[in-house]
């Protein structure tokens, strides 16, 4: 493969120029051959009457051949000197950077958007390629190409389906064609046909005019379907549809993840009286499934605005239909899952042994979900989505490797969906090498036993933490008290007497015959006489609070008997007061732990207030 040639064009048209035309012919394409790949990247047109104009040239048997390619935001044609064709029309998301790939194979071209192929044109036998230039015409306001010599590049369109632990395995086949929703409501030109979603003409009149497709707020992929306006006919209101054979008093599993911004909806069947409640979600992404048995033989699968009283947005995606299946209960009649999310409360116990590979638990505190361990094996990673109290500590076991963790909610005035959150700086480890608790440094955090505190301004929200693939087998500690845990997905009493771990009073306290909750850590012991209590390092004064350096790194800080314990998240500065606004201290902090010994006293770092006792 030939180098990669990059050319950089940022032309930004005011309304006095609009008529300006530019054209620039692309470095090295007389190397290109009968064979290329062409990427025009992050193409954002200025108006919807904006073009932009791939012109190519070959040569064959010493003749000049070629095609010309127009591509505006809502349509893209083509012509050659062998055919004209229309590739694609009614293109959807005209506001927003797409990127066009051309594939030249030396009989046709094909023509992607953002990955997504849109048509095909041909172009008859070539020799190699004379020349590619672009024609701009109140073109796009920036974009980017890279031409890649004698190689066709065919874009994976797969490479677009993410979160795909959502659905159902390959052995239960899905009846939606495109469960992404990312293909469209294109329904003329080349490949149109592959478009499987319909909308009474979609976002082109009558009823269902608010439906189309939007490629900013996806739950995976890259696109999602969205209905909006309010139920009343003809002018307003939305309904998809997909055509679907769907045979009279056979049950169908219905699932599709759902978002609403003020108004509700509804998932059925033609001529079914029953269907699928789409409530207000308040702006967040919730699953929502059910079994629709039709009485008689249809073809539609239709998803509805459903409120005659409100105007709102509703956004689909994931759809998901099954054939068979009764119930959600019924996910045990397969030996392998993908992804089961647990509710709070809930306790899944498969009719059959069923092996998942991710599975998400939910801990509210009073209520917490369990699995059967005796009919579910975790093969792969788990989730734990857990209401968390600022500067709490909690006694958690991490069955694998912490992969990330996550909050959504509002804090520090802002409403924040899916955050990153950071070890070190955002919450603290601590894992016991006995006799005495250590804090934990780095990103990397295997599998094991912690005390994890969250600073204060994560209060009331709702975390989750991803854990990857247990370890084979894990060394245990050879000592009169180690720090373990349950993993086994439901309530266990470990035998004897051990030190199980309380939130309200912050430390180890000798029990027996009580029980752990799912990712629970607590103490085991071999001692003959054991000790009541355990502490953990910084129960004893404030709580871990969150600030920012001179220079807006996130530093967290604590009290502790020796001093004030930072955490840094890169290496920074921070200054320390007195209560009277005196600078006693002028810290240099490494990134991780850092130790600021300091006398014994009330102190101010960040705006927050700090004890040092001793």
Not at 86 to 106: E, G, K, M, R
Not at 160 to 185: H, K, V, W
Request: charged residues 20%.
């Amino acid at each position: 493969m030939k180098a990669i040639y990059t050319l950089l064009f940022s032309l930004c048209f005011s309304a006095t120029r609009a008529q300006v035309r530019d054209s620039v012919l692309l470095d090295n394409s007389a190397e290109l051959g009968n064979k290329f790949t062409l990427e025009i990247k992050n193409v954002r047109f200025e108006t919807p009457e904006s073009s932009l104009k791939v012109v190519i040239r070959h040569s064959y048997n010493a003749q000049p051949v070629g095609c010309d390619l127009l591509i505006s935001p809502t349509r893209i044609s083509g012509s050659s000197s062998v055919t004209t064709a229309l590739l694609a029309d009614d293109l959807f998301a005209t506001q927003a950077p797409h990127t066009y790939t051309v594939t030249s194979n030396n009989i046709q071209l094909s023509v992607y958007r953002d990955n997504v192929l849109l048509g095909k044109i041909y172009e008859g036998s070539t020799n190699d390629a004379a020349g590619i230039s672009l024609v701009h015409d109140r073109a796009a306001v920036a974009y980017e190409t890279a031409v890649t010599p004698s190689v066709v590049i065919e874009p994976a369109e797969s490479d677009f389906e993410t979160r795909i632990e959502n659905m159902l395995p390959s052995s239960c086949p899905n009846l939606i064609a495109d469960p992404y929703c990312n293909r469209g409501f294109t329904r003329t030109g080349e490949n149109a046909g592959e478009r499987v979603f319909f909308s009474q003409q979609a976002v082109y009149s009558g009823w269902g005019s608010e439906a189309c497709i939007d490629n900013e707020q996806a739950w995976s992929g890259a696109n999602c379907l969205r209905i909006s306006g309010q139920a009343i006919r003809p002018s307003r209101g939305a309904s998809v549809e997909v055509g679907i054979k769907f045979e009279a008093n056979t049950p169908y599993f219905i699932r599709a993840m759902v978002k609403s911004d003020g108004y509700e909806g509804k998932i059925g069947i033609q001529s079914c009286k029953s269907y699928i409640h789409i409530r207000d979600t308040k702006g967040e992404w919730k699953q929502v499934e059910g079994v629709i048995t039709p009485v008689e033989a249809s073809e539609l699968l239709y998803i509805n605005n459903a409120d005659f009283d409100n105007s709102g947005t509703v956004w689909i995606d994931n759809l998901e239909v099954y054939k068979g299946y009764t119930s959600t209960a019924a996910v045990g009649v397969r030996k392998e899952v993908p992804y089961v999310a647990l509710a709070a409360g809930e306790h899944w116990s498969p009719t059959r042994a069923t092996n998942v590979y991710m599975l998400g638990f939910t801990d509210e505190g009073e209520k917490y979900s369990t699995i059967d361990p005796k009919r579910v094996t975790l093969k792969g990673g788990a989730r734990l989505t857990r209401n968390v109290s600022g500067s709490q500590m909690y006694a958690l076991s991490f069955p694998g490797p912490l992969c990330n963790a996550h909050v959504s909610g509002w804090f520090d005035g802002v409403r924040h969906e899916e955050e990153p959150l950071y070890p070190g700086v955002d919450f603290v480890l601590q894992r016991y090498e006995y006799p005495r608790f250590q804090y934990v440094d780095g990103e990397d955090i295997p599998a094991g036993c912690y005390i994890v505190q969250f600073v204060d301004n994560l209060d009331g929200q709702k975390v989750t933490m991803t854990f990857g693939t247990p370890p084979a087998s894990t060394d245990e500690a050879s000592s009169p008290y180690r720090f373990t845990g349950n993993n086994t997905g439901t309530d266990y009493a470990p035998e004897g007497t051990f030190l199980k771990f309380s939130e309200e009073r912050m430390r180890f306290e000798r029990t027996r015959a009580e029980s752990v909750r799912p990712f629970e850590a607590y103490i085991a012991t071999t001692a003959d006489v054991p000790v009541s209590q355990i502490v953990p390092n910084g129960t004893m004064t404030t709580g871990l609070s969150r600030i920012e350096a001179a220079d807006g790194t996130r530093v967290s800080v604590q009290g502790s008997r020796d001093g004030i314990i930072a955490h840094a998240a890169q290496p920074c500065r921070i200054n320390v007061y007195t209560l009277d606004g005196r600078m006693c201290r002028q810290q240099e902090l490494q990134a991780g732990h850092n130790l600021i010994r300091i006398p014994a006293g009330l102190y101010i770092a960040g705006g927050k207030k700090i004890i040092v006792s001793r």
